[in-house]
Nanobody
């Protein structure tokens, strides 16, 4: 079983940046696709970004051009660089590997 631990969330002003990290313990990281999801209060969990084992990336329309997903297979880490943050980006952000989820990290965008 894989354990995923997210970090890097916090409070940021609109227009600011945050970098989320997710470390994986267990599993076969280097051949796995990875994803970041988010869930805002009262809303369904939504896919934000994905990265394949070969490094191909894809993004939801709402974050394309502002967020960047990346991975470091040597460290079993996946990252989400978030720029030009908006209040509507406020949510708990989760990383996902296969069928396993982390516990999430809160991102709040507010002045």
């Amino acid at each position: 079983q894989v354990r995923l631990v997210e970090s890097g969330g916090g409070l940021v002003q609109p227009g600011g940046s945050l970098r989320l990290s997710c470390e994986a313990f267990g599993g076969i990281f280097s051949i796995s696709a990875l994803a970041w999801y988010r869930q805002a209060p009262g809303k369904e969990r939504e896919l934000v970004a994905t990265i394949s084992s070969g490094g191909y990336t894809d993004y939801s329309y709402s974050v394309k051009g502002r967020f960047t997903i990346s991975r470091d297979d040597n460290k079993n880490m996946v990252y989400l660089q978030m720029n030009s943050l908006k209040p509507e980006d406020t949510a708990v952000y989760y990383c996902k590997l296969g069928v396993d989820w982390g516990r999430g990290t809160q991102v709040t965008v507010s002045s």
